[in-house]
């Protein structure tokens, strides 16, 4: 469990399986007392990591996808002059 604010944090459990479960792909596993639980796979250390975040290795603190979306919902113009083909 890698979630930074989830009760198990920093606990291993035994994983069952992974699947898609309501549109989110589920880490299963055996919880306390023998009861089959699910979490979210992003809340755990079998989550592949996002290729940018791999890449930057903590240098930066945006994506540029990310900062060009805010500047569309700000506006824009000035991101249109500085990277006129975005």
């Keep these: 469990m890698t979630h930074p604010f989830h009760p198990l944090r920093d606990r291993e459990f035994e994983l069952i399986q992974t699947k898609l479960c ?3 792909e589920r ?3 055996m919880g306390e007392g023998g009861v089959l639980a699910h979490i979210p796979v992003g ?3 079998v989550a592949v990591e ?3 975040v ?5 240098r930066s603190a945006f994506r ?3 900062l060009l979306g805010l500047a569309d919902m700000l506006g824009g113009g ?3 002059e500085i990277m ?3």
């Design 50 to 52: 996002d290729p940018f």
């Design 78 to 80: 000035a991101v249109k």
């Design 43 to 45: 809340w755990t250390s």
């Design 54 to 58: 791999e890449v930057a290795a903590g």
């Design 64 to 66: 540029v996808e990310d």
């Design 27 to 29: 880490v299963y596993y």
């Design 22 to 24: 309501w549109g989110i």
């Design 84 to 86: 006129p083909n975005v």
